[in-house]
């Protein structure tokens, strides 16, 4: 097992990583109509079968508070971007649905931010960096629970 300082470094290096690269790329992001936390909606939604979840569960993947995601969620629906509904299964809960539109907004944004990572992220790590990154972290993700 690796030693506490050993765990707290590899974390301060993981976080100041994300830290300098999500800065970089919100500065860079592109104006498709969506921000760069819409954004991060919108892919969430794109990933779900139907391009569907509940609010509840949307708020899972985002970090956001469940206000925050309520409000901005109500945002989106406005522009026509996605949906809201009761869920069938249960009175209480919200669905949200990503509509064609919303879909729309999230490919012209995906495409030209998809760009914007594969260039800051192979200017730095080469193919095996790469590699070994998403090994690592989907084997932390999966440690947790996620």
């Known amino acids: ?4 300082t050993q765990a707290v470094d590899a ?28 954004y991060d909606v919108l892919f969430n939604l794109s990933r779900q079968p139907g391009r569907t979840l509940r609010i509840r569960d949307l708020n899972r993947h985002l970090l956001l508070t469940q206000p925050s995601v309520s409000r901005m969620v109500d945002r989106l629906a406005a522009r026509g971007l ?15 649905r990503l509509t064609d539109a919303g879909h729309d907004a999230f490919r012209r944004a995906a495409v030209r931010h998809g760009d914007e990572i594969a260039q ?5 790590l080469d193919d095996d960096d790469l ?15 996620g």
């Not at 097992?1 to 506490?4: L, P, Q």
């Not at 974390?11 to 819409?38: C, H, I, K, N, Y």
């Open 11 to 38: 974390w301060e290096a993981l976080f100041r990583a994300q830290v300098a690269m999500v800065r970089q790329l919100g500065s860079r992001f592109p104006d498709e109509g969506v921000s760069f936390t819409e």
């Open 1 to 4: 097992m690796a030693d506490r």
């Open 120 to 124: 800051r992220m192979t200017s730095s």
């Open 131 to 145: 590699a070994r990154l998403t090994e690592i972290c989907d084997k932390l993700r999966a440690g947790l629970g």
């Open 82 to 96: 996605v949906t809201k509904g009761a869920d069938p299964g249960d009175g209480r809960g919200t669905l949200v």
